[in-house]
Nanobody, 119 residues
């Protein structure tokens, strides 16, 4: 059974930091590109950051988070992380973890974790 379980969300003050985690099971984590998306109220889901499969040597970021967020992966723990620094109120959203492999024809989503940036 495929599962992606996000954790680490919560309330953070503007300028603060938060680290999100997403632990995977039920599929070959190493072979999947991992991404974080977010969806704010009344807005479409948007791609935040992506890390390549394998050793994760390639990462990409949305312009809105570049220089503030860092995506990483630990294949031994089947976990992908999103380190959020210098948080802004506009970062408030539900954050979703995604696993994708066009080779293995798999695309999976987590249930989401709420992040609220507010004083």
């Amino acid at each position: 059974q495929v599962q992606l379980v996000e954790s680490g969300g919560g309330l953070v003050q503007p300028g603060g930091s938060l680290r999100l985690s997403c632990t995977a099971s039920g599929f070959t984590f190493f072979s999947y590109t991992m991404s974080w998306y977010r969806q704010a109220p009344g807005k479409e889901r948007e791609l935040v950051a992506t890390i390549s499969s394998g050793r994760g040597t390639s990462t990409t970021y949305a312009d809105s988070v570049k220089g503030r967020f860092t995506i990483s992966r630990d294949n031994d723990k089947n976990t992908v992380y999103l380190q959020m620094n210098s948080a802004k109120p506009e970062d408030t959203a539900v954050y979703y973890c995604n696993a994708d492999s066009w080779v293995l024809e798999g695309n999976y989503w987590g249930q989401g974790t709420q992040v609220t940036v507010s004083s």
